[in-house]
């Protein structure tokens, strides 16, 4: 059973920057995804970020291209979400996900591609 821990999280204001980390545990060997997704209150758990194992393939949503960036620790099993010029509609728990062992560029947006979760980390902005 793999299990996900998550830090990071807090408050910062407008502008300012956080950087997430995500360590598994018990991870088997295969090539998986590890993303990053969050969920605002009242909302549903939408895709932010994913990384493929070695760390050759990345994807972003949208809202936060060119201000978030993943990438993987020198340890395999850590990923990390550099968050910068933080706004407003950040605010959300953050969760980290890993998939089942998938083609290097499958690159998955979709909460049922990935098997395990963490328990998330706050991240709130204010103004």
């Known amino acids: 059973q793999v299990t996900l821990v998550e830090s990071g999280g807090g408050l910062v204001q407008t502008g300012g920057s956080l950087r997430l980390s995500c360590t598994a545990s018990?991870?088997?060997?295969?090539?998986?995804?590890m993303g990053w997704f969050r969920q605002a209150q009242g909302k549903e758990r939408e895709f932010v970020a994913a990384?493929?194992?070695?760390?050759?393939?990345?994807s972003y949503a949208d809202s936060v291209k060119g201000r978030f960036s993943i990438f993987r620790g020198s340890a395999e099993d850590t990923v990390y979400l550099q968050m910068n010029n933080l706004k407003r509609e950040d605010t959300a728990v953050y969760y980290c996900g890993q998939t089942a062992p998938l083609p290097p560029r499958a690159a998955p947006r979709q909460t049922s591609s990935y098997r395990y979760w963490g328990q998330g980390t706050q991240v709130t902005v204010s103004s």
């Open positions: 018990d991870t088997p060997f295969g090539n998986y995804y």
């Open positions: 990384i493929s194992w070695i760390g050759t393939h990345t």
